[in-house]
């Protein structure tokens, strides 16, 4: 019953975290689309953000081991209190550049702070989760999905609050909501949490397993396959196809991108969460989800080639090709979720308990490593070939990843 309490606060907490993630996600998107940037400055205030996901989580799993995975829980949600309060004090008078270095230096703590939540949040699953009959699976699932859920209203809210509120009063009102969430997690978490090993060296960090390395390489390509599209691409491609360029008519495209980007996110973390029975896993040996990885994989390449296509052969924005590229995408979410859960789980399978956080902080690293990847060149296919080169550049990406998750079929 402990564990339960205690997955159930780490749960909430990561909730918290990741709503406040999404909304800030579509303010800064929308809020700088708006102001005139291109797409490669779009781009560059996110770059910050995944650069900082790599080093924390380099680092991270090691700071969990020595001091603990409830400290770290603690420092993730105060760091982005702390970036929230910065990003407050933007000012419009600043010149683009100065507003390209501060936004970049905020998102770069921001994701700090959601490196260390995710990890803790994660790592804390393999230590509280019950031995056998398939509950770490579903425990993992369930907290990923629900995570996606709980990121994709994000996503909406951000953009709602945008233009309701305007950027300055979502910020702040993002900061008092995560301030006491902090104060009632601190407060309320119960024990059950290890504690920290003053004798872990951060040397341990780096992976020896062929098994995790493999996958590692499998989840930076998949994550750089849908940021590859979804972090500038998409967004500002229906921003130019919805908006009319009036105040009214921005204000509209605002709440129709952030409602796909918002039901996106919401149905992939519903798949995730289902993962282990729309897979049938329950009861399944490791070899067999395995298999699946790899199979899922294979089915996620050809999406994003043929939304390509679609784009090529068009003669322009028209209501035929949104409606194409929304079902796609769709599509491409539902094979996606499937796909990061076999490989939420897999992590956790492959990594022994006495280090997990270190297997997980080097797992997460690749995948900020992918988002990274996936968000710079966003922003550079977009303005070089449009929304037709983001989709083939996100294919690319899903064959790397598929080729990789093959060989976790290979003999140790």
Not at 5 to 12: C, D, E
Request: with cysteine.
């Amino acid at each position: 019953m402990n564990a339960m309490r205690a997955y159930m606060a780490v749960t909430a907490a990561y909730w918290a975290f990741m709503l406040s993630d999404g909304a800030l996600r579509m303010l800064v998107l929308l809020h700088f689309n708006g102001l005139g940037f291109s797409p490669v400055q779009l781009a560059y205030l996110f770059l910050l953000y995944e650069v900082a996901g790599i080093v924390t989580n380099m680092a991270a799993g090691w700071i969990a081991a020595r001091f603990g995975l409830a400290s770290t829980l603690y420092a993730g949600l105060g760091v982005q209190i702390a970036a929230l309060a910065a990003l407050a004090q933007l000012d419009p008078a600043w010149s683009v550049g100065s507003s390209v270095v501060f936004v970049m230096a905020v998102q770069g703590a921001s994701g700090v702070a959601k490196d260390l939540a995710k990890m803790s949040s994660k790592s804390a699953v393999k230590v509280l989760a019950p031995e056998g009959d398939g509950t770490l699976f579903r425990w993992v699932a369930a907290l990923t999905g629900s995570k996606n859920a709980v990121k994709g209203l994000g996503f909406f809210l951000g953009a709602a609050m945008l233009g309701l509120a305007g950027f300055q009063a979502a910020v702040w009102l993002m900061a008092a909501v995560l301030a006491a969430i902090l104060l009632a997690i601190i407060l309320f978490l119960p024990a059950g949490l290890p504690k920290g090993r003053k004798d872990s060296k951060l040397a341990a960090i780096w992976s020896r397993d062929p098994q995790i390395n493999r996958l590692s390489l499998a989840r930076m390509f998949l994550f750089g396959a849908r940021d590859v599209w979804f972090v500038v691409g998409i967004p500002i491609y229906f921003q130019s196809v919805l908006s009319d360029g009036t105040p009214d008519g921005r204000r509209a495209a605002f709440f129709l991108i952030g409602a796909f980007m918002a039901a996106w996110i919401i149905g992939y973390g519903a798949v995730q969460a289902a993962a282990p029975r729309l897979l049938a896993a329950r009861g399944r040996p490791l070899e067999a989800i395995t298999d699946k990885a790899i199979t899922w994989a294979g089915r996620l390449v050809p999406i994003p080639f043929l939304l390509a296509g679609l784009v090529l052969l068009s003669d322009g924005p028209a209501a035929w090709l949104t409606a194409s590229l929304v079902a796609g995408l769709l599509l491409f979410g539902v094979v996606f979720a499937l796909n990061s859960a076999v490989h939420s789980y897999l992590i956790l399978a492959f990594s022994k308990a006495e280090r997990v956080t270190m297997d997980v902080g080097f797992y997460y690293m690749a995948n900020a490593a992918g988002r990274l990847l996936g968000t710079l060149l966003s922003g550079l296919s977009y303005q070089i070939g449009g929304l037709a080169l983001c989709l083939a550049t996100a294919g690319l990406m899903a064959l790397a990843s598929w080729l990789c998750a093959g060989r976790l079929r290979r003999p140790l």
